[in-house]
């Protein structure tokens, strides 16, 4: 078949597909076409926008290293994580509100015992963390692992630093004690912008957007005979709980940090008085 133009083009390449043997390959192949062709046919771009957007992802898929990851990114603040995260995590009402991994998760963190301090900066505001994890009936789940990292009180993750992976800081891995509990020292996180030096920061500029993510520490929670949860726990009061750059805050997922009054935090740990407190009980729902 020859002699394609707007009318018949998108038939002609969806035809193409027909001897796509894996069923969910040519579904997807499918959609993309139909989705890609429609998209096309909405914006109608010149060609100098069309060569606009093949730089971009050009210089999306550049500015990925080990350490940076502009793709993920991108399906971040254009909601795509999200969307497919919601499409992944359809849990009852009981379970524990899932939100992005993110970027910044390293799998080789290092494992703590209980009560660790897993910051290095002494500096700063000083956070105390008591969580517990249960399963859906209310039940410890003993040994449960505890991934959980978060950003700096300016803002900046560990990997961002010029030490890269190599000083690993402000992110741990615990097991849960056999009531469930686990509990750690840190520092209390700022709100920062994402990495926005790259072609997503000159999306954002672009439409007019600003790149920041309200205060939060991330989690990972897995358990045998239990499905992973991958959240966050949101600090009340932060001034972009409701323009989240990457879209990824639910109200069940926003905690006000406390102040232990004494000596003895409620989970019995040595403290400061003063001393902020996060507190959240994590539910794993049984796995499907
Ligand atoms: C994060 O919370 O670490 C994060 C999530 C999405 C994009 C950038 C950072
Ligand atoms: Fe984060």
Redesign the pocket.
Known sequence: MRNFNEDNITQAVLDRLSGCSNSRTRRISEALVRHLHAFIKEIEPTEAEWAVAIDFLTKTGQMCSDTRQEFILLSDTLGASMLVDAINHRFDGESTQTTVL?P?YVEEARDFPLGANISSESGDEPLIVEGSVKDSRGNPISGALIET???DNRGF?DVQRDTGKSALDMRARFHADETGRFWYRSIVPAA?PIPNDGPVGKMLDAQGRHPY?PA?V?FKLSAPGFETIVT?VFLDGDHYLDSDVVFGVKDALIKKLGKIDGHTSPGGQEATPGTSLLEYVFVLPDKR
């Open positions: 993110g910044f990292w978060h950003a993750y920062y993510r939060h991330h966050h």
